[in-house]
């Protein structure tokens, strides 16, 4: 089920992670900063069950299908890397590492979700089937986390903005010069 403040959360929290890299490194641009949302976004690619059910995919291409492999380790990076194909090539390999930062950031949220059994998904699927403990802070439908990222993107945006006055202002003064 589509939780409308767990995609909230995710893409802030991408919005917050690339506004961040934007003020630390001036090549991070707008554009990237919405790969790293996308990637924030990405291991919740899952949710095309609700378009394209497991069965009728099975049935469609007469195999045993599943699109839950997408929300973990193996699926984000199967994502990313066909992501990244869309692009230019010279382009690819920024695009790799800010979609893998954004997705990374959606693993660690979700490990911090409260479930019933305690243990959290096998997020680093293949490479293990380990379920860690989960983190028992949030339901995926609280309303706080996506508050709190929301201020958090807030407090970034106004940084980024005030940052942006400053180097603009520096640029102007070493013109003159």
Known sequence: MITVPDVLTHVLAGYVIGTLLSIRYERVRRAHVTLVMV????????????????EFVSYLLGIPFSWAPLHVLGGTIVVTLFGSLLLAPEYRRDAI??????????HVLDLGLMTSTGYSYAAFWPLT???????????????????????????????KRRVGVGRSEESASLEQQ
């Open 97 to 106: 590492v800010l979609v893998a930062i954004g997705a990374a950031s959606h």
């Open 39 to 54: 990637g924030a976004l990405s291991p919740d690619f899952t949710k095309i069950d609700l378009f394209f059910p497991d």
């Open 129 to 159: 089937e380990y379920r860690p403990p989960a983190g028992g802070l949030y339901l995926s439908t609280d309303r706080w986390p996506a508050l709190v990222s929301g201020l958090c993107a807030v407090l970034v945006w106004a940084a």
